[in-house]
């Protein structure tokens, strides 16, 4: 299979760089195992041989000197760094004497970080930058280290290290893990054991084998119900099944899905694979030539110089970043290649929620926008109409950034510039910068070269491309349906306004610009900042939608931080609690229904020990989500690498996780059950090509409004079967003395008519 053998050429590169890094054990599954066995293994014996020789009297052995070394850093962490250190030297042939002295000295260098300020060591640790290796990991702490005390690190003697080295390496060739001979000059030459060896290349082979590349296939694949529901987490085979058979409406859109034909747009990848050639990245592509590292120059200050430590730190971590990423895109592209004018198909399964997902990892549609927009229908519908056109106005603005203007505002954007369209579609490479202000550039670029295509041809062109339609917010407008709050569904585009009118809101503008008007008001110190920064649309975005999922303060801070990583402390911590504070109070009712939920559940699973919880999906997924604690073995050095770790499961089942889970689950399980009902009725009435990414469909511009009226029947359906199947689970779950969750059972406030709901839910 080429999938099989683009996953062993994929392992084994990782597995040559690993090699030149000197970090093989920390790269494969294969070789973590190796680790985490062996440190098991000889941990008590050198725990023992520690005792021993400690309480020993008379004339000291000649490794005792190690003794206190090994002490301070414990038997656990020095055995986990010696295998690693063996490990990671695999691929040379090393004398006995110079392995024993690399293990030696990795675990001085452990010693010496230990006999320092635990508090300067980790906001030095802290500093170090995620892409760099383990070997610039500890240049950096050396140097930081010697800067921040005016000495360098405590040293030990090469009695101590040789000594240390020879205790862990005697233990080590007593495993299976390596072997010794002899060479020409009769020294003693440390290799991996021929079992280890064999081991490695066979781990390599099963898990290509088990786990290939997925790429596209050239024929559709006949949907299998027992293997159509992927695994909750790492459990071998899913607990949630399907039920209803072929009659269900999962088994329908896969089948519609699988049955969807692609071809790849030749003249969009001849243009991706020309600008993949500029040496500096383009358009968020890598480009060809690493960028070069910053240079020292005469006459720097000692500001200048910390600055441009900082940036050589920051150009090693980001070189590795920089080559994986340029890997993975030249990979792809020489993929690509050999499906020159064929047609193929992109299998699909789901997750244990239902949740549609395509088995092709790498060139899948679900992918980064540049290879999104390669994928084109390979059956074209025409376009016959003007209101068919104004769709593929729609998608360009769409790309563009636009998405939240009104139809008319989007449409009169791309048709008042199409000389500009008509330049970038003619040299695109000459109109890098015009197309470099789109949200998704390349998808961006397909839309406009479609639509010149249309206005050269007229009504009847026959168009392929994918006009993609996505939802408002539709966590959002989910909950919002399930709890029957008038106004969240009015600001969320479910229901037209009060007067009547299809308006396209924008609940995240609105959060940004409430919290941009406090901030003019505030006298924190912390909103300072945002009285002349602003508070983008993005942010606001990226936080409020962590609310519908049962998210955190936490996921907040870590939006605030990657939005704004330049910005002070106070200024992102206010804006971090203001988002939290002002975001909860947006979706009032949809917090209580969510910690009314999850109570109900932490109540039940505390008085009944159950492992599982369930409830039926509208998609005809039976969905059983099981969460039992775990515990994990983890040693890590003094810089915060784990050296060796393993996560199992205990038989305890975890109230926490199940109560902290549920809402997101719940939501996977309705937002999947809409997708499916509205791909299986656009196949029933006529839409037969469709492309599914989560909360957004692409089909033919023809038929779009086809598809969003499907999309909003089965959005008004969903609604009505979700909440029937809510409740019956809070119903169930309330007999433990929590009562129902809080699901509307009022009168009616989402029309069954799907023609008179917003324009806007889905668009």
Known sequence: MRGTKLKIDRLRRLKRNAELHNSTAYVLPVYRSLVSRTTSLIIPHLQSWIDTESARRGRPGINKVAIPYLLAVGADRAAAIAVATVVNHFHLSLSYQALSLKIGNDISFEWSILQEDSNVVSTVAKHTYSGSGRARREIYMRQQMQRILGRPLQNVSIEARASIGNVLLSLLQRTPLVSLSKNAKGMFIVSASDKVRERIDLSITHEAEQNPVGLPSLEPHKVDLETILRPQGHYLTSLSTVEGGEDSQIYKACDTLNHTGYRIDWDQLEFIKEIAQFPSGVLGLPGSEQPPMPEYYDNMDETERAEMRRARA????????????????????????????????????????????????????????????????????????????????????????????????RISFIRDRMDLWRACDYDPIQRLDDIAKAKHPFRFLAAIRELVRFENGGLGYVSHLPVQIDASSQAIQIWAGMIGDQELLIKSNVLRDEDGYSVCHDIYHYLAKDIQDTAMDSADDGSQYWRVHEISRSVAKKCLMIIPYGGTFKGFQEAVNAEYPLAPFTARVWLARRLWEDGRDYLHSLVKVQERLSDCVLGHINQTGNETIQWQAPSGVLVRQRYMKQRRKRIKSALGTTLYSYKFDTDIVSPGKH????????????????????????????????????????????????????????????IAEGKAAIQDLCNILGGHDFGPALVYTGPHRIPKDPLVLSGYLFS
């Open 659 to 718: 109560a902290s889970s549920v809402c997101a689950n719940v939501l996977h399980s309705l937002d999947s059950s809409l997708l499916c009902r509205a791909v299986s009725l656009m196949d029933e009435y006529g839409v037969h090509s469709v492309m599914s990414i989560h909360d957004c469909v692409g089909v033919h511009a023809a038929n779009v409004d086809k598809a969003k009226h499907f999309l909003n029947h089965a959005y008004v359906t969903t």
């Open 314 to 409: 920051k150009w090693y971590a980001d070189q590795t970043l920089w080559r994986n990423n340029r890997t993975r895109m030249l990979s792809a592209l020489g993929i690509l290649n050999s499906y020159r004018n064929q047609e193929v198909y992109f299998n699909v399964n789901a997750d244990f929620r239902g949740r549609l997902y395509p088995e092709a990892d790498l060139l899948s549609y679900q992918g980064p926008d540049w290879i999104r927009s390669l994928w084109k229908f390979s059956e074209g519908v025409a376009i016959t109409t003007q209101r068919q056109a104004d769709w593929l106005r729609v998608h360009a603005a769409n790309c563009y950034g636009l998405s939240r203007k009104s139809y008319e505002s």
